[in-house]
């Protein structure tokens, strides 16, 4: 199956400050999402960008599918943001949107 | 107005009993799944249903058993529950297939005790 790797695991941020999530994958791809998993569990829909760049307030993201990677930018963090952000893909040629999820990046903004 | 609505959110049992958990999506999607999040926060695919018909159906014991009754509820029934049941069960729906965006609902926590 696909791989999905995210880096870093874990960050901790400092309120106000700018950061960089990376998800690598091993396969071509067809959806590419990322997801806050905020700290009551709730899995909110950021992007679904399985390529080019998408930007939704202190947001973005940007998908090179022909170098397997994506990026999801936060900048201007705040406490808000804490939680774990995953990113799921759906290989390229499976279908019914069969998800494939990494381990996720751990945030903790600090005040 | 909730678009993904999963009951009960906590679910506390014994080994050896069965559950249920319902899903309802009010999106008008085709397709709706079932994951499982683990204690360590990984997300695993379990099933996935298009209009009422299985199409996913990845390698998951036979005590957990799917029933769509329509194309807006997939409901999840899980017998003899064992401890490495307690998870985080969280269903999911799309509009079609393939490339489209999933939307989750608020999860179920299930502890089997």
């Known amino acids: 199956g696909i791989q999905v790797e995210q880096s870093p695991p874990d960050l901790i941020l400092q309120e106000g400050a700018n950061s960089t999530l990376r998800c690598n994958f091993s396969d071509s791809v067809n959806n590419l999402q990322w997801f806050h998993q905020n700290p009551w569990g709730q899995l909110i829909n950021l992007f679904y960008i399985p390529s080019g760049t998408k930007q939704n307030g202190r947001l973005s993201a940007t998908t090179v599918a022909t170098e397997r990677y994506s990026l999801l930018y936060i900048s201007s963090s705040q406490t808000t943001d804490s939680g774990v952000y995953f990113c799921?893909?759906?290989?390229?040629?499976?279908?019914?949107?069969?998800?494939?999820f990494g381990a996720g990046t751990q945030v903790v903004v600090t005040p | 107005d909730t678009a993904v609505s999963q009951t009960p959110k906590y679910l506390v049992t014994q080994m050896g009993n069965d559950k249920s958990i319902k899903c309802e999506q009010n999106?008008?999607?085709?397709?709706m799944y079932w994951y499982k999040q683990d204690s360590k926060k990984f997300l695993k695919i379990m099933f996935s249903?298009?209009?009422?018909?299985?199409?996913i159906n990845e390698t998951v014991p036979n005590r957990f058993s799917p029933k769509s009754p329509d194309k807006a509820h997939l409901n999840l029934h899980i017998n003899s529950l064992e401890l490495g049941d307690s998870a985080v069960y969280f269903c999911?729906?799309?509009?079609?297939?393939?490339?489209?965006?999933?939307?989750f609902g608020p999860g179920t926590r299930l502890t089997v005790t």
């Open positions: 799921a893909v759906e290989r390229y040629g499976d279908s019914w949107g069969k998800l494939q």
């Open positions: 249903y298009n209009n009422k018909e299985l199409i």
């Open positions: 999106l008008g999607h085709d397709t």
């Open positions: 999911a729906s799309n509009p079609g297939w393939s490339s489209y965006e999933q939307y």
